[in-house]
């Protein structure tokens, strides 16, 4: 038999795309003003239970659901839980580096401020916190096709160096102000100030990068 999909032909048995995603939150109206200022996020639809949050075609992407405040004291480290055990985080991806430095520079002037920022070699890569310690990596592919990122697996410079390198987000965003072509700011130390010592790899890796 074969199932056919209403927009595209025939239905694959794999998922297509990502949703949405749920949090059980104590910080339910932190949540949605983070969202809001972090993604221009519109509360869809909010009842005592559960907000339904949207910032695209989607009709949800984010639902939230309400736990009583004090369960914040109750675990008090379930912030920190993230770094040592289970689910880390989500990747959001952008089509371009002047994408993703727009959304840096929109994060950073509402007052929110990244916690790493890294060239993986595949991507591009800028990740936020939002109150609960949820992370999020927005991202921009450093190659071309899915064809190219999964042949970097297989290079020595991937195997000398699997975590990274390192870089200043205003520095980066300064250089491309100035008009140094993108492709050339995608390269690992392209975000590496003059002066600086670049740090990749494991000693990229700390406890607020973890």
């Known amino acids: 038999m074969t199932v056919t999909s209403h927009q595209s032909g025939p239905a694959t048995s794999t998922p297509q795309y990502i949703a949405h995603w749920v949090c059980k939150t104590a910080r339910r109206e932190q949540m949605i003003k ?13 009842d005592k239970t559960i907000a339904f949050l949207a910032w695209d075609g989607e009709s949800h992407r984010l639902a939230l ?3 009583p405040n004090w369960l914040r004291f109750l675990f008090p480290l379930s912030k920190l839980r ?13 089509g371009s580096l002047e994408g993703l430095l727009g959304a840096y520079v929109r994060l950073r002037d509402r007052g929110i401020k990244p916690v790493w920022c890294i060239n993986h070699g595949l991507t591009t890569s800028i990740y936020f916190e939002d109150p609960d310690g949820n992370r999020l ?10 064809e190219e990122t999964k042949r970097y697996f297989s290079t020595e410079a991937f195997a000398k160096n699997p975590i990274g390198v390192n870089f200043d987000p205003e520095y980066l965003l300064d250089r491309l102000c100035s008009g140094v072509p993108p492709r050339e700011l995608m390269q690992q130390g392209a975000g590496t100030p003059p002066g600086q ?3 990749g790899n494991m000693k990229a890796i700390n406890w607020r990068t973890l």
């Open 34 to 46: 983070w969202y809001q200022l972090a993604f221009d996020a519109e509360i869809v639809h909010i």
């Open 65 to 67: 659901v309400k736990l």
């Open 82 to 94: 993230r770094k040592l055990y289970g689910f880390d985080h989500i990747a959001l991806a952008f």
């Open 137 to 146: 990596e927005f991202q921009v592919d450093n190659f071309d096709t899915p």
């Open 197 to 199: 010592k670049v740090i």
